[in-house]
């Protein structure tokens, strides 16, 4: 599970850059589903950090990543 959360991490990560920010993958929950992320760069302090988790980053893990219920800050 933790390589095809990769594998959608980087998908994503060019729109991220594009704002001068990254994510950085601290872990996976194979139990629960619950990925632990790190955002960095421009989006860690970014007042809209929350919205690009759920919105963003939240609903594409769960589109690509079967088992996936929930993205988290760590």
Do not use: H, N
Request: proline content about 5%; charged content about 30%.
């Amino acid at each position: 599970m933790k390589d095809k959360v990769e594998q959608a991490l980087a998908k994503i990560r060019p729109m991220l850059r594009a704002d001068g920010g990254d994510v950085k993958l601290v872990s996976v929950d194979e139990k629960t589903g619950v990925v632990r992320v790190t955002l960095t760069g421009a989006c860690g302090c970014c007042p809209g950090a929350a919205m690009t988790l759920k919105m963003v980053l939240e609903r594409k893990l769960k589109e690509e990543v079967p088992g996936v219920t929930q993205v988290v800050p760590a």
